[in-house]
């Protein structure tokens, strides 16, 4: 069962509840005056300011002429609820386990957007705000694996890629090395020249890596979703203005033109517009990019990574509106270009609001449980002991057999594997987990997402470590919880169940339950008239209605009851008699009539009949003497006359 705080004023107070110290000294009692009283513990007016402003609702308050009497009205509402907070605790309801397990829920589904909004988010956007800046030129091999390829694959492709690595600081070219051992596709290799780009265009394990490269070196293998990279960073550069650019293109790939035919034709083009021909008529004549012809041959902002390296290079070399590009080969086809404008540099306030639109629509911050787990562990003061993973996977290599036949022996599972927030996961845990798994070999890179999940369960602990306002959120939630409950028991089931009660209203005001003159109908309704007719035939013949549902096809039955007949459809009830049907009429797309079963006189109520009215009006009753008796039993003391004088002031 789910416990949910109604919206009323005592939950909002309950939400916003802030935390409040008991004992004052003579100074601060002087300038913070106790205005109330719960169970001996005094109630300030900075705690009832504190908690009138950050109340989420003030809709359900008495209506007041002035703030100061909409304070009076609600200390009266705030001692009440200390007053339910106090009956909550007495009676066990903070160790209540539903409650418990409520509050755990609620804590970790809080806690990931928490750390998202309050420190991931800013990190991402600096980060990625400073990136943006700068542009890095960088090639790659790249071999690809599956997240699932097994450790020896893996390790074959680490060796290799170190062997490239050696072999570039010994000479040879990091073009020919990654056309040597990249993977191919379709006969394309997966790695090269990926020319500039800058912040946000690739995955972020790639990019990090990128921009902690120095410029002329070649980077360690690192792994990526689409498999093992090393990558050689060739330049950097502050990023260029984006140029809105205009093209005439002609198309390589689909036998329009050769390479060589493309660019003549494309020079003779270039010579009428250095003549002063009409761009827009050479468009229209020439280009065979068909969207971009109907705008002038407007392609938009052309950008770092948008487009391959001899395409941008090509845009961003343009630096006067107005001015062309000679005809050149981009792997597209060719193109002429025409820079109509540059993108001048945003307010600061506007950028920013630009890169968050930017970052929302990245994996990194979509994806945002990674962010928070690298954030949560860096918080945690985490630690992987490697000489434990290394006598793991020794003794893996060692056995040589199933991994879930290995026997493991007891000192090597009480190790420490993995330590966080002080907690430790020991090796033992992490064969519990490997088997659960169900993988049948073990590979070394499941430790990063045993890791992670170990991180996971930290991740409430750290953020009430990290954020105390979050602590303080989960601490107003548990109360929200506590008075929803113990206002649950005490009034409405209570209410529910007191039948002495129930019965003792209803037998002294048996007027006060009647049913009036009613309507008992059935409703037919089916695609076409024919079925109506057969079921109303089978009726005639005195075939019941629970067998007529099952005996006709495509008929649908529905019985019910009202009280009066103005609305439609039920006003063609109207001047029937029992047993009657109305005309055919169409209802919510189908063939309808109605059947008036019975007329119903008016009549009292059995108790059962009247029982949730019953109930709705006892609830009231039954609050009210509840909250006198907590009243007394927690000694409530409210004094308006103090508040009052105090503010007059």
Not at 251 to 276: C, H, M, P
Not at 561 to 575: H, M, S, V, Y
């Amino acid at each position: 069962m789910k416990f949910f705080v109604v919206p009323t004023v005592l939950t909002a107070v309950c939400i916003g509840l802030s935390s409040c110290a008991i004992f004052q000294s003579g100074e601060q009692a002087q300038s913070d005056p106790v205005i109330g009283e719960v169970a001996g513990e005094s109630i300030t007016l900075s705690e009832l300011e504190s908690n009138f402003y950050q109340s989420s609702s003030t809709e359900n308050q008495p209506e007041a002429d002035s703030e100061d009497e909409n304070l009076s009205q609600f200390l009266d509402l705030y001692l009440d609820y200390k007053a339910k907070l106090a009956v909550a605790r007495d009676a066990g309801y903070y160790e209540d386990e539903e409650l418990q397990k409520e509050l755990a829920e609620y804590e970790k589904q809080s806690a990931y957007p928490y750390w998202l909004e309050n420190r991931v988010r800013d990190e991402l956007l600096h980060e990625l705000a400073e990136r943006f800046e700068e542009q890095i030129h960088v090639s790659h091999i790249l071999i690809g694996l599956s997240p699932e390829a097994p450790p020896r694959d893996t390790l074959a492709a680490y060796e290799s890629l170190m062997d490239a690595r050696e072999r570039f600081y010994a000479g040879e070219s990091f073009a020919d090395l990654s056309e040597e051992i990249s993977t191919r596709q379709r006969g394309q290799s997966l790695g090269g020249d990926l020319g500039y780009f800058s912040g946000g265009w690739s995955v972020k394990p790639f990019e990090d890596m990128a921009y902690n490269t120095p410029v002329d070196s070649v980077s360690k293998p690192f792994r990526t979703q689409y498999g093992y990279h090393v990558i050689y960073v060739k330049d950097r550069m502050p990023r260029q203005a984006e140029r809105n650019i205009s093209h005439i293109f002609l198309q390589t790939n689909d036998g329009s033109y050769t390479e060589d035919s493309a660019l003549a034709a494309a020079e003779d083009i270039y010579q009428e517009l250095e003549q002063g021909t009409n761009w827009n008529h050479l468009v229209n004549e020439h280009t065979q990019d068909l969207e971009s012809r109907e705008r002038g041959g407007d392609i938009g902002w052309v950008t770092t990574g948008r487009y391959n390296q001899e395409f941008t290079q090509a845009a961003m070399s343009l630096n006067e509106t107005g001015t062309y590009h000679k005809p050149f080969y981009s792997g597209y086809g060719v193109h002429i270009l025409r820079l109509d404008s540059i993108k001048q540099q945003a307010d600061p306030e506007d950028k920013r609001d630009e890169l968050l639109e930017r970052l929302k629509q990245l994996p990194r911050y979509r994806e945002n449980s990674e962010a928070v787990l690298k954030a949560v562990r860096k918080v945690g003061d985490e630690k992987i002991h490697r000489e434990t993973l290394n006598a793991f996977e020794d003794h893996v290599q060692a056995s040589g057999q199933s991994f879930n036949t290995i026997e493991w022996p007891d000192a090597l599972k009480e190790q420490p594997l993995y330590t966080i927030n002080e907690h430790n996961y020991t090796a033992g845990d992490y064969v519990e987990w490997l088997k659960n798994r169900q993988q049948d070999r073990y590979q070394h890179h499941v430790l990063d997402q045993f890791v992670n999940e170990s991180a996971d369960k930290q991740v409430v602990a750290l953020t009430k470590q990290e954020f105390p306002d979050f602590r303080d959120i989960s601490e107003n939630y548990i109360h929200g919880l506590a008075v929803f409950k113990v206002s649950e028991d005490s009034v409405w089931n209570y209410a529910q169940n007191d039948t002495a009660s129930l019965k003792a209203i209803y037998e002294a005001n048996q007027d006060d339950y009647t049913y009036g003159k009613r309507y008992q109908y059935v409703r037919l309704s089916a695609d076409e008239d024919s079925t109506l007719n057969k079921a109303i035939n089978t009726i005639y013949s005195g075939i019941s209605l629970d067998s007529l549902i099952n005996s006709i096809q495509g008929l649908v039955v529905r019985r019910d009851i009202i009280n009066n007949l103005e609305e439609d459809p039920f006003d063609k009830l109207t001047g029937l008699s029992d047993g009657e049907f109305t005309e055919y009429f169409d209802y919510s797309n189908r063939r309808t009539t109605l059947l008036l079963e019975e007329i119903q006189l008016p009549r009292t109520m059995t108790f059962d009949e009247a029982y949730n009215k019953l109930v709705a009006q006892y609830q009231p009753i039954r609050e009210k003497s509840w909250m006198e008796e907590i009243r007394r039993t927690y000694s409530v003391q409210p004094y308006h006359e103090k508040l009052i004088s105090i503010k007059e002031k």
